[in-house]
């Protein structure tokens, strides 16, 4: 009997290329994203896509509901689907950062307590929960969204132990800078709610940055390294509790860990800073 994938966040990116990987590997796989019609590709090769709005838990249920209704189990999950919410504390409503959490956080664990007794009553399972770099650190104008991945990890660790006697590991992947869109969206963001206030000339400067960082620099991951890393990981026997994945992960979680909290904040403020420089 083949075993059973659902990824969230399947409509591109890692999701939509771990979707298609676990195909090749031999998985039943469900991906499963707002826009289904975007998923053409992964049902034409085998899978099956599946609506899931993470803001409604209807939607949550009835998606966890059917995969185990049709299959009788999930035997990976994987928690790729999330996004960054961009501008200053001050500046964004809390309806907005209400939001972040749920799609980030909130949405991401009904989904684990809706899969659970099935892994529970089989005595295995696996959730790989991805996370970000921007778990182990904060900058400025990002705040929410670092916020929402330093959630995810605490959880993801209080869930590993919890669930370990029932043979289930938990998983957390931190990748460093992908190469997506979310640079540009979350640089948007930053304008759109911080770009015309007190905020305005520093909220340009890491503007600047995500959107330099995204589009030129040599130093942004592929998405097909960290779906590589995620399939690795479904097929590890004894997985390690987090991997970190990227061209500058390592760096930048480095340098948070040994430098004074004083100079870290000079060095990111400096960082921002040059952006202005830049053609």
């Known amino acids: 009997?083949?075993?059973?994938?659902?990824?969230?966040?399947?409509?591109?990116?890692?999701?939509?290329?771990?979707?298609?990987?676990?195909?090749e590997?031999?998985?039943?796989?469900?991906?499963a994203a707002r826009r289904t019609e975007l998923m053409e590709?992964?049902?034409?090769?085998?899978?099956?896509?599946?609506h899931l709005d993470l803001n409604d838990d209807s939607s949550i249920s009835a998606c966890v509901n059917k995969i185990l209704q049709k299959e009788g189990k999930i035997d990976l999950l994987i928690?790729?689907?999330?996004?960054?919410l961009g501008g200053s504390l001050e500046d964004?409503?809390?309806?907005?950062?209400?939001q972040q959490f749920e799609v980030n956080v909130f949405g991401m664990f009904r989904i684990i307590q809706l899969v659970l007794p099935s892994m529970r009553n089989q005595k295995s399972g696996k959730i790989i929960n991805v996370s970000s770099m921007a778990a182990r650190f904060s900058t400025p104008?990002?705040?929410?969204?670092?916020?929402?991945?330093?959630?995810v990890e605490a959880l993801s660790d209080a869930l590993r132990m919890e669930v370990k006697k029932f043979g289930i590991k938990v998983v957390i992947v931190e990748p460093g800078l992908i190469k997506t869109n979310w640079g540009v969206i979350h640089s948007d963001n930053i304008q759109k709610y911080s770009g015309s206030t007190a905020y305005a000339e520093y909220a340009k400067d890491v503007s600047d940055y995500f959107r330099n960082s995204y589009t030129k620099s040599k130093f942004i991951t592929k998405p097909e390294i960290i779906s590589k890393l995620i399939v690795k990981i479904a097929f590890k026997k004894n997985p390690r509790p987090r991997y970190i994945k990227g061209k500058n992960a390592h760096t930048?979680?480095?340098?948070?860990?040994?430098?004074?909290?004083?100079?870290?904040d000079k060095f990111l403020t400096?960082?921002?800073?040059?952006?202005?420089?830049?053609?």
């Not at 964004?92 to 209400?98: D, F, H, N, V, W």
């Not at 104008?141 to 959630?151: D, E, I, P, Q, V």
């Open 252 to 264: 930048y979680i480095f340098a948070k860990s040994v430098l004074p909290t004083v100079i870290y």
């Open 79 to 84: 928690n790729n689907a999330g996004y960054g």
């Open 92 to 98: 964004i409503p809390l309806e907005k950062a209400k």
């Open 1 to 23: 009997m083949k075993n059973v994938a659902l990824i969230t966040g399947a409509s591109s990116g890692i999701g939509f290329d771990v979707a298609l990987r676990l195909l």
């Open 270 to 279: 400096l960082r921002f800073f040059l952006e202005r420089f830049k053609k």
């Open 41 to 50: 590709e992964i049902v034409q090769k085998g899978g099956n896509s599946i």
């Open 25 to 31: 590997k031999g998985y039943t796989v469900y991906a």
């Open 141 to 151: 104008f990002t705040g929410w969204y670092h916020a929402s991945k330093y959630s």
